[in-house]
C-alpha cells in the first residue's frame, strides 16, 4: 500500500508483484486491495516468476491459476447487485460470442478464462506475445469488458452457464 499509494519519487509508482508462500485468499484480496499488479507463490517455477515480472512492468495483471479460479468463485457467488458493469442478462451467449469474435480470438478468450498470460497464450497457440495482446484488447473491446477478471467471468458462466467446462472444453 506504501508502494502504490504514497510513491514520493518522480514519475508513476513501480508496479507491485507479490510472492508469498500464503496461499490464502484474505492474503489474495488485501494485496489486490492495496494495488498490487500480481500475486504468486514461491513454488511458482522461475521461467513462470520472471514470466510474471515481465508481465506486470508491461502494465498486465498476473495471478496464479489456483487464485484466479478461486477469485472467479468468489466474485460469481456475489448477488449481480453487488457487481460493476451491466446485467448478467446482457452477458453475450455462445451464439452471439461466435458472431462478435473471430475462431482465434475466442481460443484466446478461453485461454485468458484460465488465467494464462499473454506469454503462455502466444506460447499455445504458436503466436508472439505483441499478437495476443493486440487480440485481448479487441476482445475487450467487442464485448465490452475492462478488464481481464471481467473475460474470465464471462468465460466461466458469471451464474449463467459457461462457455467451457471444468475441463477447459
Do not use: M
Not at 510513491?7 to 492495496?34: I, K, N, Q, S
Not at 521461467?47 to 489456483?66: H, Q
Not at 451464439?95 to 482465434?104: V, Y
Amino acid at each position: 500500500r506504501r508502494i502504490t499509494g504514497c510513491w514520493p519519487g518522480p514519475g508513476p509508482a513501480p508496479r507491485v508483484l507479490v510472492l508469498t508462500t500464503f496461499d490464502l485468499d484474505e492474503y489474495v484480496h488485501a494485496a489486490l486491495r492495496a494495488g498490487a499488479a500480481g500475486f504468486l507463490l514461491k513454488n511458482s517455477s522461475p521461467d513462470r516468476l520472471a514470466e510474471a515480472v515481465r508481465a506486470v512492468a508491461d502494465g498486465e495483471a498476473v495471478l496464479a491459476p489456483d487464485i484466479t479460479r478461486r477469485l472467479i468463485d468468489t466474485v460469481t457467488a456475489l448477488p449481480a447487485g453487488l457487481l460493476p458493469g451491466p446485467a448478467p442478462a446482457a452477458r453475450p451467449d455462445r451464439t452471439e460470442l461466435s458472431r462478435l469474435l473471430t475462431a482465434r480470438e475466442l481460443e484466446v478468450l478461453v485461454l485468458v478464462g484460465r488465467g494464462l498470460s499473454n506469454a503462455r497464450i502466444a506460447a499455445a497457440l504458436g503466436l508472439s506475445e505483441a499478437t495476443v495482446k493486440s487480440r485481448v484488447n479487441r476482445i475487450l473491446t467487442r464485448l465490452g469488458l475492462e478488464n481481464r477478471v471481467q473475460a474470465a467471468l464471462l468465460v466461466h458462466g458469471d451464474g449463467q452457464a459457461p462457455l467451457v467446462g471444468r475441463d477447459g472444453a
